[in-house]
C-alpha cells in the first residue's frame, strides 16, 4: 500500500514544478565584444556553461564574471547549483535574467557565491521570440568560475574555522505547535502535519525560535571570526545548513525547504543583516525521510543517520555539527551519528528538550534495534532556550564571542515585542506582535532567564563592548495597499493552487497510510 502511495504522489508531482521567475535587470550597455566562446541553439534549447571540475572539499563555487550575448533571439540567462536533490534547484537571481540580447552581470553582485561544489550558467533561447522568423539563437559567453573556502575542514580546526550543520526542522528551528499527540485525535490535514512534525507547543505554529538562527550562523562562521579585527574582511565564507527531516522524500516538490520558504527566507535576511549575504539555508543539499517510515519516530532517526553517513562518507575531512530535538527520532539519529565509522568528525550535537518521555528504542543505520543512551557531554547539549546554547557554545569554543552577543541581541529584540509588548520591528521569524498564548508567556520567562546569563558571559569576553551591534530591523509596514500587478495577481494564484495541491496529496497520502 506505501508503494501505491509513493507511486500517486509521484504522479500527481509532474504538473505542479513551479516557474522561476528572474526579476534582475540587464546592464544599460551592454557587450560581448571579444567572447572567446560560440555557440547555436535552437527554440527552447539550451547552452550550458560550467566551471571545468568541480571545487574540492571544504569549499563552495562561485561565478566570477558572465558576459553572454545572442546575434540572433532573445535567451534567458540562468544562474544555479548543479547539484540538486529538488525538482527545481537554487536559482541565484542577482546574476540570472529573461529575455534579453545582451547580459553583463554587474560587478556590484560578483562574486556570486555558490552552496555547492558546482555552480552552473544556462543559456536558454526562448520559445516566444519578437520576430517570428527567428528559430534559433546564436550565443557568445565568457564566463569565468572559482572557489572560496567555508573552513569547516579538520585542518580549518586550528585557526577557528566553523562546522558544517545539519539539522532537523519541526520543533528544532521551528516550532509546531501540536494540536493531536496521535494521528486518531487529528482532526483535520493541518493537525495531522504538526502530529508528524513534531511535539512543541512553547510558540505560534511555524514561528522560528528566537536566536536559533544566529546561533546557527555563529557556529557557521566558527569560533575564529572576530568582526572586531580587520582579519574578519578576509574570513572564511560560511558554510549553509542544510536540513535532515522526515518529511517525505517522495514528496519533498511539496514540503521541501526551497529557495522562497520561510525558513530559509529567514536565515537569508539575518545573514545580510550580520553581513554574511551568501548565507542561508543549504536547500540543495537538503535530505529528506521516506514514505516508508510511516511515522515510526525509530525510523526517522535510522533514516537521518543514514543521510549522515552518505554525506560524511562524500566528504571525509568536514567536521559537523547536528541540531534536533527529542521529541521523535532525532536522539537516536545524534547517538547513530556519534558511533559511526565517521562519528570523530560530529563535534557538537544540540538537542532541543521538548519532551519530557522522549523516545528509547531505537535502530541503527543497518537495522539493528539499539536503546537510547546520550547522556549530556562536551559534545551533546540539551537545551530549552537558545541564548543558554549560545552559551554552552560559547565556553567549549564553538562559537565566537560576537556571535554569541548577536544571539543576544536577536533575542532580545524578540522579547521586547513578542513577550513584553515593547518595539516589534519586523522581525525574521514573520511574528512580530505581542503574544497572548500562554505557552508562549511561559516561555517568555525562561527566555529572560537564560539571556540574563548569557549576557553575563558576553560582558566577560568583550569587557569593552567592541563587539559591533546589529543594524536595526526594519519597521512593520502596516495597511499596505494591495498589489494588483498581473505578476502579483499569478503569483498569488499559483500560492493558492499550490496550497489546494499540498492539502489534496496529504489528505491522499494521510488515507493511504491509515489504510496500510
Not at 566553523?162 to 526542522?169: A, E, K, P, R, V
Not at 494521528?183 to 493541518?190: F, I, K, L, N, T
Not at 539575518?270 to 548565507?279: E, H, K, N
Request: net charge negative.
Amino acid at each position: 500500500m506505501r508503494m501505491c502511495a509513493a507511486l500517486l504522489l509521484r504522479v500527481l508531482a509532474l504538473p505542479l514544478l513551479p516557474a522561476i521567475v528572474v526579476v534582475t535587470a540587464a546592464d544599460d550597455v551592454c557587450s560581448c565584444d571579444g567572447c572567446p566562446n560560440t555557440g547555436q541553439k535552437n527554440l527552447v534549447e539550451s547552452e550550458g556553461i560550467a566551471p571545468d571540475e568541480a571545487c574540492p572539499e571544504g569549499s563552495y563555487a562561485t561565478l566570477t564574471a558572465l558576459r553572454s550575448s545572442s546575434d540572433t533571439g532573445i535567451y534567458s540567462a540562468l544562474t544555479w547549483n548543479a547539484e540538486s536533490d529538488l525538482p527545481v534547484p537554487y536559482v541565484y537571481k542577482q546574476a540570472s535574467l529573461e529575455d534579453t540580447k545582451c547580459y553583463d552581470v554587474d560587478q556590484d553582485v560578483l562574486p556570486v557565491i555558490g552552496n555547492t561544489q558546482n555552480i552552473n550558467v544556462t543559456l536558454q533561447c526562448s520559445r516566444f521570440q519578437e520576430d517570428e522568423a527567428v528559430t534559433s539563437c546564436d550565443f557568445n559567453w565568457d564566463a569565468e568560475f572559482g572557489c572560496v573556502e567555508t573552513g569547516v575542514l579538520v585542518e580549518d580546526a586550528g585557526v577557528g574555522g566553523g562546522l558544517q550543520i545539519y539539522s532537523d526542522t519541526d520543533d528544532t528551528i521551528k516550532c509546531t505547535d501540536t494540536q493531536c499527540l496521535t494521528p486518531a485525535e487529528c482532526r483535520s490535514v493541518p493537525e495531522y502535519l504538526s502530529y508528524v512534525g513534531g511535539y512543541d507547543t512553547s510558540l505560534e505554529h511555524d514561528e522560528i525560535y528566537p536566536g536559533l538562527p544566529e546561533l546557527m550562523l555563529g557556529i557557521s562562521l566558527g569560533p575564529g571570526y572576530d568582526p572586531r579585527t580587520d582579519s574578519s574582511s578576509s574570513w572564511f565564507v560560511p558554510p549553509r545548513p542544510g536540513v535532515m527531516s522526515a518529511r517525505y522524500r517522495e514528496v519533498s516538490f511539496i514540503l521541501a525547504e526551497t529557495q522562497d520558504s520561510k525558513v530559509n527566507r529567514a536565515f537569508e535576511k539575518v545573514g545580510a543583516r550580520y553581513g554574511q549575504p551568501s548565507w542561508g539555508i543549504n536547500v540543495d543539499l537538503s535530505k529528506y525521510g521516506k514514505i516508508a517510515d510511516g511515522t515510526d519516530h525509530a525510523a526517522f532517526g535510522r533514516t537521518k543517520a543514514e543521510s549522515y553517513n552518505e554525506i560524511s562518507a562524500k566528504n571525509p575531512n568536514t567536521r559537523y555539527s547536528w541540531f534536533g530535538d527529542n521529541g521523535q527520532g532525532d536522539v537516536c539519529a545524534a547517538q547513530s551519528m556519534l558511533e559511526s565509522p565517521t562519528g570523530d568528525l560530529m563535534m557538537a550535537v544540540f538537542i532541543h528538550d521538548v519532551k519530557p518521555d522522549s523516545i528509547q528504542d531505537c535502530i541503527s543505520p543497518d537495522g539493528t534495534p539499539f536503546t537510547l543512551d546520550l547522556p549530556e557531554s562536551e559534545k551533546v547539549h540539551y537545551f530549552t532556550e537558545h541564548s543558554e546554547a549560545t552559551e554552552w557554545a560559547l565556553d567549549r569554543n564553538f562559537i565566537s564571542c560576537c556571535s554569541a552577543a548577536n544571539v543576544y541581541h536577536s533575542v532580545n529584540e524578540w522579547v521586547d515585542c513578542r513577550c513584553d509588548g515593547g518595539e516589534c520591528p519586523e522581525l525574521p521569524n514573520g511574528f512580530s506582535e505581542q503574544t497572548t498564548k500562554a505557552e508562549t508567556l511561559a516561555y517568555c520567562e525562561g527566555v529572560k532567564d537564560a539571556q540574563s546569563s548569557l549576557l553575563d558571559a558576553v560582558k566577560l569576553c568583550d569587557p569593552d563592548g567592541a563587539c559591533p551591534v546589529p543594524p536595526k530591523l526594519p519597521a512593520v509596514v502596516e495597511d499596505c495597499p494591495p498589489d494588483t500587478s498581473s505578476s502579483a495577481l499569478m503569483d498569488s494564484s499559483a500560492r493558492i493552487t499550490t496550497a489546494a495541491a499540498r492539502v489534496g496529496l496529504v489528505s491522499a497520502l494521510m488515507g493511504l497510510l491509515w489504510m496500510s
